[in-house]
């Protein structure tokens, strides 16, 4: 049953985190962090289909979470690996269908709570989101630089690539 209830609070978490996606960042046009960040990036400068950068994202980042942190950690990202980017496709087809605000900032709000309450879904079960949670871990790993420090400033960089073409 512990099993059954690990991988539920994950998989219910990653679905909070593909709605706030679809039916918040998406369709208000905010800027993210993340592999969502990534994929906003890629959608908007090379017009490459957003859930695919995902998708690619987190299989190369499972490879080298797997080479460089080791297949435990590797098997705590492996259903969020593979299922986020699957929740991302089936909730994209909500957008049109879930409209609860017109007001940017109650969506915010909104999409922050969701997303907030499914990672922390996640990472109350042990596991982890996978993507660009990873390279921050690896190079703790290495070169012993603050995880929480490097994440930051990656989805930095990240937000100021976004903030040139979303609008204020």
């Known amino acids: 049953m512990r099993r059954f209830e690990f991988v539920i609070k994950i998989l219910i978490g990653l679905l909070l985190l593909a709605l ?3 039916v918040f960042v998406l369709p208000f046009g905010f800027i993210s962090g993340g592999t969502t960040g ?13 859930n ?9 980042m499972f490879i080298v979470g797997f080479i ?14 593979f299922i986020y980017p699957l929740l991302l496709e089936v909730t ?13 900032l109650i969506a915010c709000v909104m999409g922050g709570i969701l997303a907030g309450a499914g990672i922390g879904l996640v990472i109350q079960s042990g596991a982890s989101t996978g993507g660009m949670d ?3 871990i690896v190079l703790n790993k ?8 490097v994440m930051n400033l990656f989805d930095l960089t990240e937000l100021l ?8």
Do not use: C, E
């Open 134 to 136: 990873i390279p921050p």
């Open 38 to 50: 990534l994929g906003l990036i890629g959608r908007h400068f090379w017009h490459w289909n957003f």
């Open 68 to 81: 460089f942190i080791g297949k435990k950690f590797a098997a705590t990202t492996l259903l969020a690996t």
């Open 142 to 149: 290495f070169f012993h630089w603050p995880v929480a420090v």
């Open 20 to 22: 706030s996606v679809n």
């Open 161 to 168: 690539f976004q903030a040139t073409f979303s609008p204020i």
């Open 52 to 60: 695919m950068v995902v998708t690619g994202v987190n299989i190369v």
């Open 92 to 104: 994209s087809y909500f957008t049109d269908q879930i409209h609860l605000t017109n007001d940017p």
